[in-house]
């Protein structure tokens, strides 16, 4: 199982970005998704997640500019954030719980793709 993270780069404060996240390979079901980030020195923290369901939790720090949503169908989550401030930049690692076969949900990890917000 692969978790393909993109849509980061380089944006003005004030602008916009969409990142993406597809799960790919052998994959029975998941369970909850979601965008964490860690930016330099820091600590990762949770940003935003949702339940295969659909039910939305997110972090105070983006609540009113970040949204997250899912394609169950394309084993795809997404965050689009608006009105992107300079201390959003950090690197944005997507995640999600995977049941591969009958066994338990495991936890898989993206890559990680760089946010930068410039002022």
């Known amino acids: 199982v692969q978790l393909q993270a993109c849509g980061g780069g380089l944006v003005q404060a004030g602008g916009s970005l969409r990142l993406s996240c597809t799960a790919s390979g052998r994959i029975f079901s998941i369970n909850d998704m979601g965008w964490y980030r860690q930016a330099p020195g820091e600590q990762r923290e949770l940003v935003a997640d949702i339940t295969s369901g659909g039910r939305t939790n997110s972090a105070d720090s983006v609540k009113g500019r970040f949204t997250i949503s899912r394609d169950n169908a394309k084993n795809t989550v997404y965050l689009q954030m608006n009105s992107l401030k300079p201390e959003d930049t950090a690197v944005y690692y997507c995640?999600?719980?995977?049941?591969?076969?009958?066994?338990?949900?495991?936890?898989?990890w993206g890559q990680g793709t760089q946010v930068t917000v410039s002022s």
């Open positions: 995640n999600a719980d995977i049941r591969t076969g009958l066994g338990a949900f495991i936890l898989y």
